[in-house]
Nanobody, 123 residues
Framework: QVQLVESGGGLVQAGNSLRLSCTASGRTIGSHSMGWFRQNPGKEREFVAAVPWVGTSTRLADSVKGRFTISRDKTRNTLYLQMNSLKPEDTAIYYC????????????????WGQGTQVTVSS
């Protein structure tokens, strides 16, 4: 079993930055790919970014390319999402997830989820 805990969310003005962190405990996640999703009330969970279990080839949603960066520190069992040039439409609850697949961009491919952290971007 893997437990994931997100942190780093908050309220920021448009144009500013935030860095989300996701710390894993329990079984090692060294062999899992990791990802970030976001969700607003009444809407489906939306893919944001993913990083594979090996290698550095990341995936980013078109809506965040050029602004967000995903990275992981396996020695610390921690996943990061650096969010720059934030926009009001980035407002959502952000979820960290782990997948036993090589890399995944679909929520159904993820096996473990955190509880989420709220990000609110004011205009």
């Amino acid at each position: 079993q893997v437990q994931l805990v997100e942190s780093g969310g908050g309220l920021v003005q448009a144009g500013n930055s935030l860095r989300l962190s996701c710390t894993a405990s329990g079984r090692t996640i060294g062999s899992h790919s990791m990802g970030w999703f976001r969700q607003n009330p009444g809407k489906e969970r939306e893919f944001v970014a993913a990083v594979p279990w090996v290698g550095t080839s990341t995936r980013l949603a078109d809506s965040v390319k050029g602004r967000f960066t995903i990275s992981r520190d396996k020695t610390r069992n921690t996943l990061y999402l650096q969010m720059n040039s934030l926009k009001p439409e980035d407002t959502a609850i952000y979820y960290c997830a782990a997948s036993r697949t090589t890399i995944a961009t679909t929520a159904a491919d993820y096996d473990y989820w955190g509880q989420g952290t709220q990000v609110t971007v004011s205009s």
